[in-house]
């Protein structure tokens, strides 16, 4: 009686989680099909087929986020109040899928299940790629609103000088944001397009600009186009905390800030002055919750990975996280040919930096295992799971500990204890070698089997709340 008390006593006590914390994403791109789906006009089955395999895949490499592009351009891999269907989903846009069908609704919840994060990956401003095929549907902006909509190449890109322009993607963002219950909010390096769409023409925002000169405005063309951005950007931050505090808002932009800065950096391309992002602003006035540099260059030569990074971290002076792109596609032969290591030894520069995460371009990296990299990081940096960092600015309470229940005969673990604002349970278990995280899922799960449970030394189960904050552990007996 004695010893069983003396036990029930030491499984109650509270231990300190020994989890790794770092961010391990991949950008999952659909427009021009290119991570998903494999192409338009794919049965419901076949594409959550691919979905799952996706998910299951990340979870294999103890990846704990996928970055879902679903506005490629002005379309919707959801149910969008305000879009269209996506071309790439059905082969026509404006075509639902079959049986409601909603690809984000179906990858959050599975995602979620695996212990993954999910962020939303938008297009702010473009409005057709020349990927598309057939007619855009009535529902396009471009044929809503045509006159907000330019021409530009084999391109079509909404005005950012536009206030219409600038309603109708905020609306868009903000309608996920509080339909869905996603974990973040992306966008890359697309803000005015590449000159090289057009060979580098000139934007033609020709009334736009005028309306503003018209107006009073003093700004040069440049400045205000840069305005134009900023305000885009500075307005999306506030409106998601505003509606879900908890939901993370992350930049990616090209990863060299102007030619010459830093120096020793030599690039062509001036993306404050093409694109028109000054994104070292948007950092310093911490208008986002991690940034993600697309650092997509090997660790030395004119675009050095080392150099830059360590620029990005200086201009970091409000302490966001810094979570660079990698371009770990360069390991396929018909892109680069990168060896495995230089993939392998950006991830430890930005650890060695202490930088707590990657984002990898793209999902077909690990789809498709270039240079055996899948085995190569659960071997090695990715070996243990990791939960993401948490975001103190948004929220630094730690939730409650669990209320689990483990039976030992057959392993089934039941669930219980969390909150409205928790996201995962985190499940730990000494097998031999340390007391390790072996799986997070989603606290509407309450009962898991199949972890290897019952011959444990030690089984024990946190709550990680929206924002990354762990409670301490619930030992089991």
Same mark, same amino acid.
């Given at each position: 009686?004695?010893? =069983?008390?003396?036990?029930?006593?030491?499984?109650?006590?509270?231990?300190?989680?020994?989890?790794?914390?770092?961010?391990?994403?991949?950008?999952?791109?659909?427009?021009?099909?290119?991570?998903?789906? #494999?192409?338009?006009?794919?049965?419901?089955?076949?594409?959550?087929?691919?979905?799952?395999?996706?998910?299951?895949?990340?979870? $294999?490499?103890?990846?704990?986020?996928?970055?879902?592009?679903?506005?490629?351009?002005?379309? !919707?891999?959801?149910? #969008?109040?305000?879009?269209?269907?996506?071309?790439?989903?059905?082969?026509?846009?404006?075509? &639902?899928?079959?049986?409601?069908?909603?690809?984000?609704?179906?990858?959050?919840?599975?995602?979620?299940?695996?212990?993954?994060?999910?962020?939303?990956?938008?297009?702010?401003?473009?409005?057709?790629?020349? #990927?598309?095929?057939?007619?855009?549907?009535? @529902?396009?902006?471009?044929?809503?609103?045509?006159?907000?909509?330019?021409?530009?190449?084999?391109?079509?890109?909404?005005?950012?000088?536009?206030?219409?322009?600038?309603?109708?993607?905020?609306?868009?963002?903000? %309608?996920?944001?509080? @339909?869905?219950?996603?974990?973040?909010?992306?966008?890359?390096?697309?803000?005015?397009?590449?000159?090289?769409?057009?060979?580098? !023409?000139?934007?033609?925002?020709?009334?736009?600009?005028? &309306?503003?000169?018209?107006?009073?405005?003093?700004?040069? *063309?440049?400045?205000?186009?840069?305005?134009?951005?900023?305000?885009?950007?500075?307005?999306?931050?506030?409106?998601?905390?505003?509606?879900?505090?908890?939901? /993370?808002?992350?930049?990616?932009?090209?990863?060299?800030?102007?030619?010459?800065?830093?120096?020793?950096?030599?690039?062509?391309?001036?993306?404050? &002055?093409?694109?028109?992002?000054?994104?070292?602003?948007?950092?310093?006035?911490?208008?986002?919750?991690?940034?993600?540099?697309?650092?997509?260059? /090997?660790? %030395?030569?004119?675009?050095?990975?080392?150099?830059?990074?360590?620029?990005?971290?200086?201009?970091?002076?409000?302490?966001?996280?810094?979570?660079?792109?990698?371009?770990?596609?360069?390991?396929?032969?018909?892109?680069?040919?990168?060896?495995?290591?230089?993939?392998?030894?950006?991830?430890?520069?930005?650890?060695?930096?202490?930088?707590?995460?990657?984002?990898?371009?793209?999902?077909?990296?690990?789809?498709?295992?270039?240079?055996?990299?899948?085995?190569?990081?659960?071997?090695?940096?990715?070996?243990?799971?990791?939960?993401?960092?948490? #975001?103190?600015?948004?929220?630094?309470?730690?939730?409650?500990?669990?209320?689990?229940?483990?039976?030992?005969?057959?392993?089934?673990?039941?669930?219980?204890? =969390?909150?409205?604002?928790? *996201?995962?349970? &985190?499940?730990? $278990?000494?097998?031999?070698?340390?007391?390790?995280?072996?799986?997070?899922?989603?606290?509407?799960?309450?009962?898991? $089997?199949?972890?290897?449970?019952?011959?444990?030394?030690?089984?024990?189960?946190?709550?990680?709340?929206?924002?990354?904050?762990?409670?301490?552990?619930?030992?089991?007996?």
């Amino acid at each position: 009686m004695i010893c =069983a008390l003396l036990t029930t006593m030491l499984a109650s006590q509270p231990i300190q989680s020994p989890a790794v914390r770092e961010f391990r994403a991949a950008w999952v791109a659909t427009v021009a099909n290119i991570d998903f789906p #494999s192409k338009p006009g794919l049965s419901n089955s076949e594409m959550r087929a691919e979905l799952t395999a996706i998910l299951d895949r990340c979870a $294999a490499d103890n990846l704990n986020a996928v970055i879902f592009q679903i506005r490629p351009q002005g379309d !919707a891999l959801y149910d #969008s109040k305000y879009e269209p269907w996506s071309y790439y989903l059905t082969g026509k846009q404006g075509l &639902a899928p079959e049986g409601g069908f909603d690809p984000l609704e179906f990858v959050v919840e599975e995602a979620h299940d695996r212990g993954l994060e999910v962020h939303c990956w938008f297009n702010p401003f473009r409005a057709n790629h020349p #990927s598309q095929r057939g007619e855009l549907s009535s @529902r396009s902006v471009a044929r809503r609103t045509p006159s907000i909509v330019k021409q530009y190449g084999s391109y079509m890109w909404m005005d950012p000088g536009e206030q219409r322009v600038q309603d109708w993607s905020f609306n868009v963002f903000m %309608d996920v944001v509080e @339909r869905y219950d996603i974990d973040g909010v992306h966008i890359d390096d697309y803000f005015y397009p590449y000159p090289s769409y057009a060979k580098g !023409a000139d934007f033609p925002d020709g009334p736009s600009w005028q &309306a503003y000169v018209d107006s009073g405005g003093t700004m040069t *063309r440049d400045d205000w186009r840069r305005d134009n951005v900023n305000k885009f950007v500075e307005r999306v931050y506030k409106g998601i905390k505003e509606r879900k505090p908890w939901v /993370k808002f992350g930049i990616s932009p090209f990863g060299i800030y102007r030619p010459g800065e830093p120096e020793g950096i030599k690039s062509t391309f001036d993306q404050y &002055a093409m694109l028109y992002a000054d994104c070292k602003l948007w950092l310093q006035n911490g208008w986002l919750d991690y940034f993600t540099p697309q650092l997509y260059w /090997k660790m %030395d030569g004119d675009q050095s990975y080392r150099i830059l990074l360590d620029y990005w971290n200086a201009q970091n002076t409000m302490n966001r996280h810094m979570w660079p792109g990698n371009f770990s596609g360069k390991m396929s032969p018909d892109l680069g040919d990168w060896p495995a290591q230089e993939i392998l030894d950006q991830i430890t520069f930005t650890r060695d930096r202490g930088d707590e995460g990657n984002v990898f371009y793209s999902m077909n990296t690990f789809m498709r295992d270039y240079k055996s990299i899948n085995e190569l990081l659960t071997t090695g940096l990715y070996k243990r799971k990791a939960i993401v960092p948490a #975001s103190p600015w948004l929220d630094d309470t730690p939730p409650d500990p669990p209320t689990c229940t483990l039976d030992r005969k057959n392993g089934l673990l039941t669930l219980a204890g =969390a909150g409205k604002d928790d *996201r995962f349970y &985190a499940i730990y $278990a000494d097998k031999g070698d340390g007391l390790q995280l072996v799986r997070e899922t989603s606290v509407e799960r309450t009962q898991i $089997a199949g972890l290897g449970l019952s011959n444990a030394t030690t089984v024990a189960v946190s709550i990680v709340d929206k924002s990354g904050n762990e409670s301490t552990l619930q030992q089991l007996p």
